[in-house]
């Protein structure tokens, strides 16, 4: 309740003079107010809503009590401090030894260091520092290397836009998971490597060049999943196909539509939304073909209620 309170208090504070000294004062107030609560509960909340700023605290004693949480959790409550951090040099000094922190911590926790990676990339790229931004991006690429190829593209994708210098280098990892994670998608097997893998390659769909091969292989691959499962992955290609591509291609939607009728008639109704919101611009023939299987959909859903209608019904007693 009191940390409600005070995140009210701080947007009626916000509400005052942008440059006025008495703003400053009450924003710092408030901070400081906070970080009064003491509760373990509340403290995570508590770093996430104060910027590490000198005159709300030491830095020094934010990072401490920051760095006494698992690898995961505290390398996202600094992420959004990095930028706070950076305005000087002993703020620089402070983050770049924050993270190679973490990093090491984080390599003893091989579950959890996939998803530590992916932030830290995230987190280098705010770094004001070249020269910094540039070091942590190296050494998240270079740890993902050691990885199962299933989760490099999605820390790879969290580095990209790196340095110049850094390019060439992200280019060569980034075609080489890319490749890894489609032959290891191809030679699948299984339905928990194919789950894994499909949803491994959805960075690489958002990219124009590699997006083809990217679907081809994750539709080849729903049938190794389980009809709930087919449901789910369809519909995180269809979604991320809507958000990410402005030309959609006919082909593609004829190959969703396809592979909706795959599913049992029942299960269709899922894809089948964004499968229409898809086709809202598409060419005739894509219209046509989600307009057929709307109608095979009813025409079986019927017929099953009616097979099992029959089967239910009693039968008639004999006469006499």
């Not at 995230?122 to 020269?131: F, Q, W």
């Not at 340095?163 to 890319?178: D, H, I, K, M, S």
């Not at 290891?184 to 997006?211: D, F, N």
Request: charge should be neutral; aromatic fraction near 4%.
């Amino acid at each position: 309740m009191r940390l409600d309170l005070l995140g009210l208090l701080y947007m009626v504070v916000l509400m005052g003079n942008p440059h006025s000294e008495e703003r400053e004062s009450a924003e710092t107030q408030v901070h400081q107010a906070r970080l009064r609560i003491t509760d373990p509960a509340l403290r995570k909340e508590v770093l996430l809503e104060i910027p590490f700023e000198e005159e709300i605290a030491p830095r020094v004693d934010l990072l401490r009590e920051l760095l006494a949480f698992p690898p995961v959790e505290a390398i996202r409550l600094l992420e959004p401090q990095v930028m706070t951090l950076g305005v000087d040099t002993h703020g620089l000094l402070l983050t770049g030894q924050s993270m190679e922190l973490l990093l090491a911590r984080s390599r003893q926790v091989p579950d959890g260091h996939p998803a530590f990676l992916h932030t830290l990339g995230r987190a280098s790229k705010s770094i004001p520092d070249v020269v910094l931004r540039t070091r942590i991006g190296g050494l998240v690429l270079q740890d993902s290397l050691r990885l199962e190829v299933g989760h490099r593209l999605n820390i790879l994708a969290a580095l990209d836009g790196p340095e110049a210098g850094f390019r060439e280098r992200w280019r060569a990892e980034w075609a080489a998971a890319l490749a890894g994670t489609l032959q290891a998608l191809g030679q699948a097997t299984g339905s928990a490597s194919a789950w894994h893998l499909i949803h491994a390659l959805v960075p690489a769909s958002k990219k124009r060049q590699s997006c083809d091969a990217v679907l081809q292989a994750q539709l080849a691959a729903l049938p190794l999943l389980d009809p709930h499962d087919q449901v789910r992955a369809l519909h995180t290609i269809c979604h991320e196909y809507l958000v990410d591509r402005f030309d959609k291609e006919d082909g593609h939607l004829l190959q969703f539509i396809e592979a909706a009728r795959q599913l049992p008639c029942y299960l269709r109704p899922r894809p089948g939304k964004l499968l229409h919101l898809l086709s809202k611009e598409a060419a005739a023939a894509v219209k046509a073909r989600l307009g057929a299987l709307d109608e095979e959909t009813q025409a079986q859903r019927q017929a099953g209620l009616h097979d099992r209608g029959a089967t239910a019904a009693p039968a008639p007693k004999p006469v006499g």
